[in-house]
Structure formats: C-alpha cells, structure tokens
C-alpha cells in the first residue's frame, strides 16, 4: 500500500520568538497530535519543514520553496499547519497556493487553529471567514513592521540601539556595548598612519598583503564569524575595502545608523538614504583614531566628482573575471582598452600576476567561440517540430469531464435536498463520482506536466535558433547578444576562454 504523505510545515520569525506558543517545539507538538487524531496516520509518512527566522510576507522561504516543490510533483498528499499566518500573511499568495494550486495536485491543507480544511470545502473558497483570515495576517505584518521601525528609530535618536555587527577593528563588550578589539583597532590605526603620510589606497593594500594582515573577512572567520565568503581572497586586501575604513566615522566615536532603507515590507531589497536623514551619534563608544586624524586623512583623500561624465557600454562590463582566482577583471581607459586582474597585483605567486587582456581581442575571441560551439549542435530540430496540438485537446477532453462530473455531483445533493434519494444512495453515488474525479485529476495533471516538458523543450529550441540567427551574421560582439546568452566569462593567462551561458543547453 502506498504511503500518504504528510507536510508538517512550521515557521517560526523573529517576532514571533516573543510568544512561547509559536515556538518551534510547541508548533511540532500541535502538528504530532493532529496527525495522531487522522484516520490516515496509520499509514502516513510524516516530515517536518521548518523555516525558522523566516518572514510570512512573502514566500521567498527555503523549506517553503522544497514543499510546493514536491506539490508539483504530486509527491505530497497533505499539509498541515498551526494556522494560516504559519504558511503566509500575504492574503493574494497564500489564497493562490491553497485554493488553485493545492486543488490542481489535488493535496489536502489543514491549518489546526484556524479548523480550516479543503477537504471539506471541494469546490469551494472556504467562505468568508477563511478570507478575513487572510487579509488580518497580512495587516497584522505590515502593523507589527511599522511599529517594530518606529521603535527602532525612537532607539536611533536616544543612541541606544545598536546593530548585531560591529565594524572592523571592533568587537561586543560583556554588556553588549562596542569596545575596541586591540589586534584589529592596531590595524586600523595603521591604514590611517599610512594614508596621512600621503600613501594611496592600493599602496595600503599592497602593504598590507606584504605584512601578512589577515583582510577583514578572514579575520572574523579566523575568530568564528564565517559569513565572508573568503575562498578567492588569498590574504589580498582590495582598495575599496581601505578606502571604506578610512571614510568609516565609527572609527572616531561616532554611531552611523539608519543608512539605508528597505523597499518593501518582507523583502531584502534596501537603499541608501541622505545622509541628513542618518542617524548619528557622536561619543557613542571608544573612539580608535584621533578626530584629528580623521580629518587630515579626509583632507588627503582625492575624490573625483564627475556629474556629466558620459558613460560607455562595453559588451563585456561586469562578466569577465580571472580564471585562476575568480576575481573580476577590471577594464582600462588607456589608449588600448584592456582587461587586468588587479586583485593578482599584490601577490606575484599567482599565475596571474601582472595578467593583462586585450578587449578587443577578448571580445573578438568570445564571439568567434560561440560561433563554433553553435555549429557544433546544429541542426536544430533534424526529426520535425514538436506537435502540441494533440495535448491541448487532450487537456480540454478532460476538463469537459472534469466539469460534467461536478455537474453531476451538483445534481446529485440538489436531489438529495428535495428528498427524492436517501442519504446513503447520495453518499455511495457521490463515492463514484469523486473517485472518478480523482482519476480524472490525475492523468489531467500527466497530461499539463507532458504539455510543459514539450512547451520547454519547444522554447529551448527556438532559443537556440534565435541565437543561431543572432550570432550567424554578427561581425563583433554587442551588448543586446551578451545580455541574451551569456552569464560569465572565465579567461586565463594562457589566453584560454570558458563561457557560461544562461540557457545552458543551447549550446551543448
């Protein structure tokens, strides 16, 4: 007998972490005990999904993501939640999910608390109050946002709050307050010693790599803080990342906070604020450079300001990165316009130490290159076209059926409504009905998953002559054909060239 498969999906966000009720264990007791209480436990398959720290806004969740991932491939016969505002507050989605997607894969959804089960609303939307459900969690997520944010701008201005992460070259105190951290503050402190004697940022950076000083990621990764990916970095410091701590007033007491603003509610999207709307503290914690100092660096550091500086689009701009340590090559505006590798310019161990590339040759050469791997997979379509003709009217059969089946059932209760069946000749013809229903649904749903595998597999084919066409007549590389098909492009000191495209297997 096949196993019925059982969702137990539990999300737990930060807000929530208030509230012992919400909390994971007491979400996964709920769920266990409904599951118990089921007639198809006995032979149920029971998996939990746990999103913890995750808002409901959105549905931008990875255990979420996994879940209506099984529901397409009709691996999941249940979900169960504690109530609505579990599985989402944002009323147009989660109605999306619960009454056309779920239905569609014909998966059950329970929400315990809310007594909300589709299984007794067939056909149906749930009424109203599964409606207002839906847009109270919405509003009750935007309300708690908003006032999450007042409070923390009423903390801002009293210079009271404080984020989590501490700049570098400082660290958290026992009470939570930012202290300078000795081994870091001591290299801060040089940058700045190096730039008032008049040394430029990359000369820094140089020394810096020349004294062996670990670069801010790998230090913090060194002392247990991996969130830097620090796999490319080889002890290298960039520029910028100098150029940041030398403009970076925390470093002479002050807290900087509020600088950017998130976009919408739920999301991760931000951007950067006036600076007259920063909240700024002076003397808010131990300062590492003298005020004074700050400012002779400041007066130091060249800025150029260029408000009507026309900008050019280059084909390649922004793709191009080295392929020995996978950093992004950066183009010169000399009279012969090149690629360079200025990460490599510190250490003269790596291969490309001092790596220069042409860009009009490089641009040339990625051309020609995908000219001669298209070649290679053409012709296109040697076998005929893929004919859908026969799928839709295969899907259009079983939606009539689908639709004269629910009629009948319809007419089924309406019968039994005016007493002319009994209630067991109702129940056992309806029986019929939804197991043929069931039957119905399922191959309706072979039949969508086999019109998408040929609908993408028609698309990949007319990508691929849409970049035949494009490239078959191209004389140089344009930014509309990059944008088009490739991702990134990897070049090595021996002049070799990887591509990665975005539609990969239009090429392969």
Known sequence: MQKYEIALYIRLSIEDYKYDSLSIENQSLVLHEFVASMPESENAEVTEYIDNGYSGTNFERPQVQKLLELVRENKIDCIIVKDLSRFGRNSIETGYFIERVFPLFHTRFISVSDDFDTNNFRGDTGGMDVAFKYLINEYYSRDMSLKTKSAKHAKMQRGEYQSKICPYGYRKSDDGRMEPDPEAAAVVQLIYELAASGTSAAEIARELFRRGIPTPGEYKAAHGNHTHDISRTHGIWCSSTVLRILEDERYIGSYVIGKRAVIEVGGSRSRMKDREK???????????IDKALFEQVQATQRRFSQPHKVKHDYPLKGIVFCGCCGH????????????ICRHSQADKSLDCYHAAYDAAK???????????????????NPDGTIQLKAVVEERSAYEQQMDELLDCKQNLFEQYLMGEITLESYQAQKAIYDERLLLIKSAYAAVVAQAKKKQEELERRSNR????KLLEDADELTTAMVSLLIEKVRVFPNKKIEIEYKVRDIFE
Do not use: C
Request: hydrophobic share 45%; proline share 7%; aromatic share 6%.
């Open 328 to 339: 992004a090559l950066s183009r010169t505006f000399q009279k012969t316009a090149r690629y």
């Open 465 to 468: 002559q849409n970049a035949a």
């Open 362 to 380: 490089l641009e040339q050469g990625v051309l020609l290159l995908m000219k001669k791997q298209l070649e290679v997979t053409l012709p296109v």
């Open 278 to 288: 920063w909240h700024i503290i002076p003397d808010h914690h131990p300062a590492i």
